[in-house]
């Protein structure tokens, strides 16, 4: 299927610079980069089945860049905002899982000293009546910032305040070397 026949409106000085660097840099998006070279084909007489045929694309998909390209500018380079899948939980049961995560899990009676993601699902299921995954936990919880166990590291305070009675006495796992006389 063959679509309407299309043509790049001329590039302004400072397009055809950012155009022409984009196609060939190494770091941006790759689809950034994808329609960038379209873009630059195009602007050197190139039909769109050619441009297809040359960066492994439909040709529709060529005239549909160009198209796009000539009503807005360079901003046609980048990603349009896609609306998604609409948000299942309500805010009322997002802030009852961040405030969850933002109390200490002893004040709510229960017998351990942090939270991990499976400890937060269960809590929020049998006491608040929240059915939610641990990876949508995750993401509410990094988006306002939040990381998970940040104050248990090696060299950091221990969540665990009864940690020095219950451990025993260390011992060493080598033993001594003699000294040379």
Known sequence: ??????CLRK?????RSAVGALARSR???ARRVERARIVW???????PPAIAAALGLDAETVRRRTRRFNAEGLAALEDHHRSGR???YSPEEV?????????????????FAAWTLD????YLLEHKGIAMRRSRIDEILLAEGLRWRRQETWFGERVDPEFAEKRAASRRSMPRRRRAA
Do not use: H, K, N
Request: net charge positive; glycine share 6%.
């Open 1 to 6: 299927m063959r679509g309407p026949p299309v």
């Open 11 to 15: 590039l302004t000085a400072e397009e």
């Open 27 to 29: 770091t941006a998006p």
């Open 41 to 47: 084909r195009a602007s050197r007489g190139e039909t």
């Open 86 to 88: 609409p948000a299942i």
């Open 95 to 111: 802030a009852a899982v961040i405030a969850a995560a933002l109390t200490s899990p002893r004040s709510l009676g229960l017998p």
């Open 119 to 122: 400890r937060l699902a269960a």
